[in-house]
């Protein structure tokens, strides 16, 4: 989950500067998502079964590539694990 990525990030860090940045790495990606494909998935919010994807490398390399997904209804996003 995202909440859970970027908590960790802030309580690593604490710096205002880090969370500004890790708050523009996010609006970075929600606005690649608006040219991506849709995908029938259920959005875990609020039920809507289309939403937009794309997959990311994660910077820690045990990570992997991820698939993130935004519910073309609500916007909400979220991913696969
Ligand atoms: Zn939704």
Redesign the pocket.
Known sequence: MWQNIIGREISYTATAEDIRRELGLLSQISEEKVELSKIKKK??????DE?SYYTRQMRSADEGQTTFYT??????QFQDN
Do not use: R, V
């Open positions: 959005c875990e919010k609020c039920g809507h939403a519910c073309t209804k609500c916007l909400h």
